[in-house]
């Protein structure tokens, strides 16, 4: 019997090649989790390519050089053959073949990555893709794109059996050194949120009122002293929010508020979102990415930022006492070995960074965008203030808590801002189960798909909302019936088991400024400043990304 290793160029390409397609045919990769697998998967190829370059030499006869050339061959052909039959397999046989798509999204996430590489809008990409395609999209080899009201409970809701895709593997699958957001287990999922809704109750919420109140008024303070000269909203609605999460989350003051500048943990998460966004569509290569020297260092300060925040509270927490903000309440569950506790030391620096994360970012775009509509709309701010002022017709000196209960229109300027201009605006993506997912009667979508419903898409899709892109907060109140809204899709904190776990401490943040704002002063866009790039021009990375926002907020007193 010949020798492979002797086979000449041709032969040796024929049989790779072939072994390529072998290889995705009869190894179980097709529905595999490579965000999973990767780590082995990367070992196992290197150790075959050394265990070639060594039997080409051995047994083939070949000096080092051409063992080493004769091994790249092989691998060339190799992935040739197995990346052609992948590329077969998605486009003619995959269970997800008859969904309509843009051609390269069939074939491969990095077009996903690629697209948002290029301008960050995928999420007004996809709104066009559903307008080109219909309600069900395949935006990824196996993910598809809902736009159908009745899919969001189904995929969200309270009663799905839906779970967090592979998307939620970005840090790895150890669902013990995860955070709460990243927990892909149900069951455990269920356990730790439990320890956080302590952290979030109505109790501990009115707790952190007036530390958010002090902030709002140092937000005031520092505005006033502007004297009308203009600042940009994005940047100060982005100081309150963070140092807001860092007092209600673990009573640290970031001073953003005061000194006007970017917190260095916070410039470290800013410097990463960007790469989130565009790696975040092919999760293994941000599990990659993170292991590279030198390519997450800020976020790699923000990590040690909040080791050093956990190590300073676990000197300070006092068991005897009362839980004072978010992080103590998971210390304590911790300390008493309550299984509601996150499962390791990992874990908890994992949710630390999370409260900072998810709790500030999403604040800070939401408010940014309230001053946005404030200054577009000067009508629908008139009229808020009227409100606040029958509440509280002493003026701000008069200001409460409880006084914005009756003034419902605060609300309703935030939900419609919600509605318009939801944080995560592309939306949130579930996997499908062994089931699969049946939404009306004309689409079934199979077992472990990735799915989502674009949130900002299905908010603004005229089929549901009239006046779909106009801000008009009364739809949220004396014009509700009249313009169908309690009908409508609206789901900016998401629903069911992983929906915001800070929702209530966001509404009193965001209504704390918005109304102590709205009362002291009139916002308006500076001269030059038409609104329009900051609309059009925001990023998505997970969470949205807005540019600058030039204001004048002229004192009212
Ligand atoms: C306007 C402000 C906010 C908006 C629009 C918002 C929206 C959301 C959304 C859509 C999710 C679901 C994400 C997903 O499924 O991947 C989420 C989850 C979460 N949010 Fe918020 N959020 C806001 C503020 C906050 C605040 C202030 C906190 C406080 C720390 C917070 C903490 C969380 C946490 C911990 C989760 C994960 C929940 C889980 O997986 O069980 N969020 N948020």
Same mark, same amino acid.
């Given at each position: ?17 072939? !072994? ?15 965000? &999973? ?6 070992? *196992? ?38 990346? /052609? !039959?992948?590329?077969?397999?998605? @486009? ?36 066009? @893709? ?76 009115? +707790? ?98 909040? %080791? ?7 000197? +300070? ?23 509601? %506790? ?14 900072? &994360?998810? *709790? !500030? #970012? ?12 404030? %200054? ?13 002022? #029958? ?5 701000? +000196? /008069? ?112 209504? /704390?400024?918005?109304?102590? @704002? ?14 329009? #790039? ?19 907020? /002229?004192?009212?007193?």
């Amino acid at each position: 019997m010949a020798n492979p290793f002797q086979a000449g160029l041709m032969p040796t390409a024929g049989i790779a090649a072939l !072994s390529g397609v072998v290889f995705h045919l009869s190894i179980p990769i097709r529905n595999a989790e490579f965000e &999973v697998v990767m780590f082995p998967f990367i070992v *196992g190829s290197c150790f075959a390519f050394l265990s070639f370059a060594w039997s080409f030499a051995q047994f083939g006869g070949y000096g080092s050089f051409g063992a080493l050339a004769k091994t790249v061959w092989v691998a060339i052909c190799f992935n040739t053959g197995l990346l /052609t !039959s992948i590329g077969v397999y998605r @486009l003619v046989f995959h269970r997800l073949r008859s969904f309509p798509g843009p051609f390269w999204a069939k074939l491969t996430k990095f077009h996903a990555a690629y697209r948002a590489s290029q301008a960050g809008q995928l999420h007004r990409e996809r709104a066009e @893709l559903h307008k080109k395609y219909g309600d069900v999209v395949r935006v990824g080899p196996r993910e598809v794109s809902v736009m159908r009201k009745s899919a969001v409970q189904l995929i969200y809701g309270p009663g799905t059996d839906c779970v967090k895709s592979t998307w939620y593997a970005q840090a790895g699958n150890d669902h013990t050194i995860t955070s709460l957001h990243m927990e892909r287990n149900r069951p455990a999922h269920r356990l730790r949120r439990r320890a956080w809704d302590r952290g979030f109750s109505t109790k501990a919420c009115a +707790s952190y009122e007036p530390r958010i109140e002090k902030l709002a008024d140092r937000l005031v303070e520092q505005i006033r002293e502007t004297n009308c000269k203009p600042i940009d909203g994005t940047k100060w609605s982005m100081f309150y929010s963070f140092d807001i999460m860092g007092t209600v989350a673990f009573q640290k003051d970031f001073n953003q508020t005061t000194s006007g500048t970017e917190h260095i943990a916070i410039k470290g998460i800013h410097d990463t979102m960007g790469l989130i966004g565009v790696l975040g569509n092919t999760p293994w290569t941000l599990v990659l990415a993170s292991c590279l020297p030198g390519a997450a260092s800020g976020f790699a300060r923000f990590f040690t930022i909040c %080791a050093t925040i956990l190590k300073e509270k676990e000197k +300070s927490y006092d068991p005897e006492e009362n839980p004072q903000d978010v992080l103590a309440f998971l210390l304590k569950a911790a300390r008493e070995g309550d299984q509601t %506790a996150p499962p390791t030391r990992k874990a908890l620096e994992d949710d630390i960074r999370l409260m900072i &994360v998810a *709790g !500030s #970012e999403t604040s800070a775009t939401t408010i940014a965008y309230q001053l946005y509509y404030l %200054a577009k709309c000067p009508d629908k701010q008139q009229k808020l203030r009227e409100k606040l002022f #029958e509440a509280m017709p002493g003026g701000p +000196s /008069t200001w409460t808590h409880a006084a914005l209960k009756n003034v419902p229109y605060l609300d309703d300027f935030i939900n419609e801002t919600l509605r318009l201009k939801p944080a995560t605006v592309l939306g949130c993506q579930r996997e499908t189960s062994e089931k699969g997912l049946r939404i009306d009667d004309d689409i079934y979508i199979p077992p472990h798909t990735t799915v989502m419903v674009p949130m900002q898409g299905i908010q603004t899709d005229p089929r549901y909302w009239p006046e779909a892109d106009s801000f008009v907060p009364e739809r949220w109140g004396e014009r509700r019936e009249e313009m169908g809204t309690d009908g409508a899709p609206f789901f900016a904190f998401c629903m069911g088991a992983h929906s915001c776990a800070g929702k209530a401490v966001a509404m009193i943040s965001m209504r /704390t400024a918005l109304s102590k @704002l709205v009362m002291e002063f009139d916002v308006a866009f500076a001269p030059g400043e038409d609104g329009v #790039e900051f609309d059009t021009m925001e990023e998505e990375n997970f969470s949205t990304t807005c540019k600058p926002l030039q204001l004048v907020f /002229t004192p009212r007193s």
